[in-house]
């Protein structure tokens, strides 16, 4: 069972934790795509987007985020890519992360991304038809 976070998630358009309006848990969204990797970001590198605070590890790749958020924020808000598909909301996991079609996923623990990973495709088009109208629930 996953678990939610009903005081903030039934409205944000970017899951950020309980009392706090970061986005990714602080993790830098850019170098999951140049480095591949979870890499902990920099609150003196920060802007908003959508209401919610993303870091940075370093200046170039805010930049490269405030040229172009919507390639760099992750997908349903940063919310859990596997829960969205069973049209649910759970909070995503910066270290449990994958780029499909050059977008970037995140998934709520590492047995709920295995179990996501066995039918990305599926569970992208099923969660891709729930977002964002999950939010108003």
Not at 54 to 68: G, I, S, V, Y
Not at 76 to 95: F, I, N, R, V
């Amino acid at each position: 069972m996953v678990a939610t976070s009903p005081a903030k998630a039934e409205s944000d358009p970017i899951y950020t934790e309980f009392l706090s309006n970061v986005a990714v848990q602080g993790y830098d969204p850019v170098a999951y795509f140049k480095e591949q990797a979870a890499v902990k970001g920099n609150d003196n590198f920060s802007t908003t987007y959508m209401g919610a605070e993303f870091h940075f590890a370093n200046a170039e790749n805010l930049k490269d985020f405030k040229a172009n958020p919507p390639k760099y924020a992750p997908q349903y808000g940063g919310y859990c890519a596997w829960a969205m598909a069973q049209g649910s909301l759970a909070k995503g996991d910066a270290q449990f992360w994958r780029i499909v079609d050059g977008k970037l996923y995140l998934n709520y623990n590492q047995d709920v991304k295995d179990r996501w990973d066995e039918n990305i495709d599926g569970f992208i088009a099923s969660a891709d038809k729930v977002w964002p109208d999950v939010l108003k629930k």
